[in-house]
């Protein structure tokens, strides 16, 4: 069967915007793209009218946490969980993500070892939700952040074995915890975690798997040790400093700012449920988050979004909330959208087969109704998803409901 949506304006993930475009799918794949009288629609395809709908590249997520819900206290409500409910929560949070347009994402933490179970459902379509590239758990230091969903080592020799157990369980990224956090009572973000040797030997065990690294850090400290390690991506950079993104750009790491995760939390009042102590952080470090955005994004770094969803009332099915967040900081609507596809998928490792509308590549797309690039406000707003197409199939949407 080939599905053909023709007279469509085409942001195709390289930058460019082309308008009265045709896009045939095939199976899972694209088959053909240009301009719409250069396109042979075959007889018997099924035609989608385009007219005043764009298209573009199913939108990735870099960093969430599927088992988490957006819980003023999640990690009270993690840890009063059964894991088996845990696993279910993740589930109906994947639904949510692909029902929003994002047709990838990157775990970068839960509790166990099921978000690889979650990911064998998904992929052999048991259950509706995004492709996972999942870390499992995340490896931290003995009573570092992160630790409710984490495995805490301490020396080298530990730290590869951890390595080497999530790899087995299926991990195709290494999450390492470099500075204290938020959400963990008793860690501060600008203090580095894990040692300088200990990080190297997260990062060498990964690359003999031939797997990144992504390194959670907001203080410069903690980055600077990430970065010097070997890591491919800082998670949030919240306080980066002008050695640590010189550090990153001469390195080629990539920045994942995460910008909904501090929001969401600094926007509370006291009372609102949230613990006190994540609350502080937050509040104080908002400001200086948005700035280090601003100079990561005009020094030209490499910037694949990510929100942190399932963070405190950073929920699951909102991810959209991070390209606003992006505009609003200066970025242009058309590079928002490059980090949330192309970048992200260069970030990821899979490139070869997402993150760009070409011949040859997975037919993931969302199509919506209106032009992002005057509001990107409206790849948040459900009313405006026509459809999301996952590896040639509606997954969500009203298109979705006219295939069936």
Known sequence: MTIAIHQIRLIDGTGAVRDHMTLLVRGTKIVAVGPHNDVSIPKGAIRINGRGLTVIPGLIDCHVHLCLGGEADVVSALESEQPSYTLLKSARHAQATIEAGFTTVRDVGSRDHSIFSLKQAIDSSLLPGPRIVGAGLAICMIGGHARFIGQE????????????????????????????????????????????????????????????????????????????????????????????????????????????????????????????????????????????????????????????????????????????????????????????????????????????????????????NGNPLRR???????????????AGKFVAGPLQKRER
């Open 153 to 368: 080592v301490e020396g080298v020799d530990q730290v590869r074995k951890v390595v080497d157990q999530q790899i087995s369980a299926g991990a195709g990224v290494i999450k390492v915890i470099a500075s204290g956090g938020v959400l963990t009572p008793g860690t501060s973000p600008d203090d580095a975690q894990m040692t300088a040797e200990e990080l190297a030997a997260a990062v060498d065990a990964a690359r003999q798997a031939g797997k990144p690294v992504a390194a959670h850090a907001h203080g410069a400290s903690g980055m600077k040790r990430a970065i010097e390690a070997g890591a491919r991506s800082i998670e949030h950079a919240t306080l980066l400093d002008e050695e640590s993104g010189s550090l990153m750009k001469r390195h080629g790491v990539y920045m994942v700012p995460t910008l909904s995760a501090l929001a969401t939390t600094a926007a509370c009042r006291p009372g609102c449920g949230i613990p006190e102590s994540a609350l502080a952080k937050a509040k104080a470090m908002t400001k200086r988050h948005k700035a280090s955005f601003k100079q990561a994004y005009e020094s030209g770094l490499f910037i694949a979004m990510g929100t942190d969803a399932g963070t405190p009332f950073n929920f699951h099915g909102e991810n959209a909330q991070e390209l606003e967040r992006m505009v609003a900081l200066g970025m242009s609507p058309m590079d928002a959208i490059l980090a949330s596809t192309a970048t992200a998928a260069r970030l990821i490792g899979i490139q070869d087969s997402v993150g760009t509308l070409k011949r040859g590549m997975e037919a993931d797309l969302v199509i919506v």
């Open 376 to 390: 990107i406000e409206i790849l948040r707003d459900r009313d405006k998803i026509v459809g999301v197409m996952k």
